[in-house]
Antibody, heavy 119, light 108 residues
């Protein structure tokens, strides 16, 4: 069974750094892309970027380029999304999802990680 | 980037009724590479339809998708209580991938 399990909810202060994770199982982790999607409170879905764990090829949506860093550790089948300096506007639910390519559907999703940034 | 506009924003219907949701694209979606997702409160989105009209694994046949170019439709033939949710379209014909703003299907 394909599963993407994300790390737990986080509460941080503005200016702090953060790295959240997404662990894949039930499939060959290095043969699929992992994408990240933001959902701000009460809002819709926003595409952030994508990584291919096989070779760490990474692409970012223009809206998120330079704002976050996507990485992966294929040895433990885990992808990451990180911030170096959080802002209150980063408060959102973040989902990871699996894709077969850079421009394909998101066929399996993680359960989401809620990030709250507040002073 | 391709902008997707979903209409209506909210659809108020009763169980057993037919739901028709629209997704319009600012430019033609290559290959009809369009998907629909369902999201219930507190849960992650779930893939319903891909390539405009193919149902994902385990999706009941009351859900159907159609369309090409710039106009796409998700139809729920007879609403079941568990179908009341928010639905998003997403295009993957070109980068960056983009989502529509969503349609909420609520109980009338």
């Amino acid at each position: 069974e394909v599963q993407l399990v994300q790390s737990g909810a986080e509460v941080k202060k503005p200016g702090e750094s953060l790295k959240i994770s997404c662990k894949g199982s039930g499939y060959t982790f290095t043969s699929y892309w992992i994408g990240w999607v933001r959902q701000m409170p009460g809002k819709g879905l926003e595409w952030m970027g994508i990584i291919y764990p096989g070779d760490s090829d990474t692409r970012y949506s223009p809206s998120f380029q330079g704002q976050v860093t996507i990485s992966a550790d294929k040895s433990i089948s885990t992808a990451y999304l990180q911030w170096s300096s959080l802002k209150a506007s980063d408060t959102a639910m973040y989902y990871c999802a699996r894709l077969r390519g850079t421009t394909t559907r998101l066929d399996y999703w993680g359960q989401g990680t809620l990030v709250t940034v507040s002073s | 980037e391709i902008v997707l506009t979903q209409s209506p924003a909210t659809l108020s219907l009763s169980p057993g009724e037919r739901a028709t949701l629209s997704c319009g694209a600012s430019q033609s979606v290559s290959g009809s590479f369009l998907a629909w997702y369902q999201q219930k409160p507190g849960l992650a989105p779930r893939l319903l339809i891909y390539d405009a009209s193919s149902r994902a694994t385990g999706i009941p046949d009351r859900f159907s998708g159609s369309g090409s170019g710039t106009d796409f439709t998700l139809t729920i033939s007879r609403l079941e209580p568990e179908d009341f949710a928010v639905y998003y379209c997403q295009q993957y014909g070109s980068s960056p991938l983009t989502f529509g703003g969503g349609t909420k299907v609520e109980i009338k």
